[in-house]
């Protein structure tokens, strides 16, 4: 049995496709574009009529806290709040408990996503064991375990000569190196942008440097190992003036994505010590959102994820300076993207696909990511004509740590559909 989209506004940035028309899915695979495709037996009718239809979205970046924090997210919960969110293919962090950082490991994660999730987990591995800095992992067996990418997120590898040997090893098995952004020893026990706002709040900064000194470091060893690196939740100005000279030279092998809590707030909306606003990277300036999204309107900033990173109530309440760092960001992704950029004119709707879809598939060479002929049933329909609020309530995610709470935004997710089945349909949904 097929799934037959019909009449909606299909939008493609592979294949710079913006139309309406109607999409075949068929064992998996989209098998047919076009104009009033037949209908077979048993077949499944979507109208899209007045609808977006686009590519899943693949985020790079987010959290699922699986193994040893599952209180907070886990595989099944992580995967229904990304199908919620239109994303069919997630890369998921190794700063878990224990840390992803052996085959063994990796083998855990996909195998109990194989099970229990409807879209595609593709979990990364740790450049150095338990995340500690101090010894390599088993980069080469992880790879051949099915790792998309190295990464030590939520550290930087401080080690100079230890984050080069991760780089070349990355380099040599044909794999990314995701790059955590940060000084630790200039962020010390900072809690929010090291601004007037911080100081009216009397609450720790972390400077821009904390950010950029590592971004400068690991962009030099990219360029002198080959490595293939991608830099994480990128925050600040200095990253985005760093970008846009990468590319005036040409070098292609150092790649940035940026979350839509940072093109969208800046620390001046932490009008109280609120948890809900702590994040790390954490929201920075006027001056340093205006270049992010430059940076995404130019091209010189590649991908948007979201960083999703779920935890408990207890663990978000408080002062800024004792809670966890980190919001939930998967299931309003695409509404929050599209209302900030598209709507406001600074993005065309397939600038937004590419940055969502088309780049990340390309940075991770994976098949999926566009919408043609032969390529994997991996596809969302959104309604982005009507209004909708953001509630916390509403969220499949354990998580609901969250800064966009009572938000009206558009692009309502209505189905997500991944290896041509559906994983989600919106009660709204026709």
């Known amino acids: 049995m097929g799934i037959l989209i019909r009449g909606g506004r299909i939008v493609d940035a592979a294949t710079d496709t913006d139309k309406t028309g109607d999409i075949y899915l068929e064992d998996g695979i989209i098998t047919e574009i076009g104009q009033k495709l037949k209908k077979k037996d ?46 069919t293919t997630v890369v998921a962090m190794p700063n878990t408990t224990p840390t992803i950082d052996n085959p063994d490991r990796v083998n855990y994660v996909h195998n109990k996503a194989a099970q229990v999730s409807g879209i595609h987990v593709l979990q990364a591995g740790a450049a150095t064991k338990g995340e500690k800095g101090t010894e390599l992992s088993d980069i080469a067996g992880m790879v051949k375990a099915g790792i998309p990418a190295v990464s030590e997120d939520g550290k930087s590898v401080m080690n100079t000569a230890l984050c080069k040997e991760a780089m070349k090893i990355a380099a040599e098995c044909g794999v990314p190196f995701f790059d955590h952004c940060e000084d630790i020893d200039l962020r010390g026990d900072g809690c929010m942008n090291d601004d007037e706002n911080a100081r009216r709040l009397g609450l720790p900064g972390i400077c821009n440097s904390t950010e950029d000194t590592i971004a400068a470091r690991d962009s030099l060893l990219a360029i002198e190992t080959g490595a293939k690196l991608h ?7 200095g990253v985005a003036i760093m970008m846009k000279m990468l590319k005036a030279e040409g070098i292609e092998n150092v790649t940035a994505e940026v979350c839509p809590h940072h093109f969208i707030l800046t620390s001046d909306d932490i009008e109280r010590d609120d948890p809900n606003y702590k994040m790390n990277p954490p929201l920075r300036t006027r001056k340093d959102v205006d270049a992010l999204i430059e940076g995404l309107k130019e091209g010189y900033i590649q991908v948007i994820s979201t960083d999703h990173a779920p935890h408990t109530q207890k663990d978000k309440t408080g002062s800024m300076r004792t809670a966890a760092f980190g919001i939930v960001g998967i299931e309003t992704s695409f509404a929050l993207s599209y209302t900030a950029l598209v709507e406001t004119g600074i993005l065309t709707l397939s600038q937004l696909v590419e940055k969502m879809s088309y780049n990340p598939a390309q940075i991770l060479n994976l098949p999926c990511g566009t919408l043609q002929k032969g390529h994997p049933a991996d596809v969302i329909i959104a309604d982005i004509k009507n209004p909708y609020t953001i509630h916390k309530a509403d969220f499949v995610s354990k998580g609901k740590n969250t800064p966009f709470e009572g938000k009206e935004v558009k692009g309502k997710i209505l189905y997500t559909i991944c290896d041509g089945k559906i994983v989600y349909k919106d009660s709204a949904a026709k």
């Not at 609808?51 to 595989?75: C, N, S, Y």
């Not at 830099?231 to 100005?237: E, G, V, Y």
């Open 231 to 237: 830099l994480c939740h990128c925050s600040t100005k």
């Open 42 to 87: 048993g077949d499944r009718v979507i109208d899209a009529k007045g609808k977006l239809v686009m590519p899943g979205i693949i985020d790079l970046h987010v959290h699922f806290r699986d193994p040893g924090q599952t209180h907070k997210e886990d595989i099944m919960s992580g995967a229904a709040a990304a199908a919620h969110g239109g994303v």
